[in-house]
């Protein structure tokens, strides 16, 4: 891919003026308040070390997708993110679960990452799937857009997570759950205990509803919801490390 791609990859085919709405959506979204507003991350930030957390075919031997989905509740016709999307193992995944009547947005910061997701939507055919190049503290997701938004193995390298689910919060239609697989372990050691993460998400406005433990994705998943009114940036609470 060039050096000069664009940030949106919106795959057409198929999916007509929705495409172009749901894409043009995601450009307006504005970036405020600034992130030295926020808390900094006060726990260590794991760095990116790869766009895949293991290989797809033992992630499916093990049922890992299929698993996430159904505790998810993806459902077809449902809108759905996938943030650090990396290789893009559950936005391909996603799509066949949403069907046509559907949308996926696969989004990562890592430009060269994104041109590979993007070419591998368009060699795959997947028509409700769009691609973005993201920001690392603002997704800059579309407003009450989103059913589910996933956070799969790549929440403990969010390098500013308070800036970070502060402005994800608009983006979820009422219902709306952010979900989180991740590891029970330090962030430095690429994972999140959940004390740490139930914090950093209530200190941001979230309520925990649901919480389970699962092997196949290699340590648990969280689901979360937006509760009450979003707080002031710099009325925000760092959690510390737990």
């Given amino acids: 891919m060039s050096a000069k791609a664009p940030a949106y990859w919106p795959v057409l085919r198929g999916a007509g003026l929705a495409s172009v709405a749901f894409v043009s959506a995601c450009h307006a979204q504005p970036q405020n308040p ?13 760095s990116i070390v790869s766009p895949r957390w293991s290989d797809e075919d033992t992630r499916d031997r093990a049922g890992e997708a299929t698993e996430v989905m159904n505790r998810a509740g993806v459902k077809p016709g449902m809108t759905v993110a996938d ?3 990396g290789e893009g193992y559950y936005t391909v995944r996603l799509a ?30 997947l028509d409700v799937v769009s ?7 603002n997704p800059e997701l579309p407003e009450a857009s989103f059913d589910r938004v996933f956070l799969v193995h790549m929440y403990h390298e969010i390098g500013s997570p308070y800036a970070f689910l502060w402005h994800l919060r608009p983006a979820l239609k ?5 979900i989180v697989v991740d590891a029970n372990r330090p962030t430095n050691q690429h994972g999140t205990p959940p004390k740490l993460l139930d914090c950093e998400f209530a200190a941001v406005g979230y309520t925990r509803v649901d919480m389970q433990v699962m092997p196949s994705a290699g340590g648990y998943l969280a689901a979360y919801e937006p509760r009450g009114l979003r707080p002031e940036a710099k009325a925000i609470k760092p959690c510390g490390i737990r």
């Fill in 83 to 85: 943030i650090g999307a």
């Fill in 96 to 125: 066949a679960r949403v069907g046509r009547k559907g949308r996926v947005l696969a989004q990562d910061i890592v430009p060269k990452v994104r041109d590979a997701l993007a070419e591998r939507v368009t060699r795959e055919r």
């Fill in 131 to 137: 691609v973005k190049l993201g920001l690392p503290d």
């Fill in 174 to 178: 009422e219902g709306g759950r952010v």
């Fill in 34 to 46: 600034n992130t030295t507003d926020f808390p900094p991350a006060d726990r260590p930030v794991a």
